[in-house]
Nanobody, 125 residues
Framework: EVQLAESGGGSAQAGGSLRLACEYS????????RAWFSQVTGKEREGISA????????YYVNAVKGRFTISNDNAKNTVYLQMNSLKPDDTAVYYC??????????????????WGQGTQVTVSS
């Protein structure tokens, strides 16, 4: 059974940093891509970043390029999202997700099959 569980959310000042972690189980990392999404109440879930399972290729949406970094620790079965230079607009619930297509690394919500429960990130000005 595929399971994902996020942690690391919280509050930060604008310009600060947070690191989100998503511990996963139930699949082989090389066979599944993983991604991070954000969602603001009343809006659709938006892709932030993704990492391919087969070769570790990474994708970032323009809004977070240069500020956020996705990485994976195979030994800990954990994918991270390092969030630097945070802005109030980054405030959202953040979800990690996985899809069984290992070569896929575009964060489009409809293409991901498994989801964590989400973690709140609040950035104040």
């Amino acid at each position: 059974e595929v399971q994902l569980a996020e942690s690391g959310g919280g509050s930060a000042q604008a310009g600060g940093s947070l690191r989100l972690a998503c511990e996963y189980s139930g699949f082989r990392v090389e066979e599944y891509a993983r991604a991070w999404f954000s969602q603001v109440t009343g809006k659709e879930r938006e892709g932030i970043s993704a990492i391919a399972g087969d070769d570790g290729s990474r994708y970032y949406v323009n809004a977070v390029k240069g500020r956020f970094t996705i990485s994976n620790d195979n030994a800990k079965n954990t994918v991270y999202l390092q969030m630097n230079s945070l802005k109030p607009d980054d405030t959202a619930v953040y979800y990690c997700a996985a899809t069984k297509y290992g070569g896929h690394y575009y964060p489009l919500a409809s293409t991901y099959d498994y989801w964590g429960q989400g973690t709140q990130v609040t950035v104040s000005s």
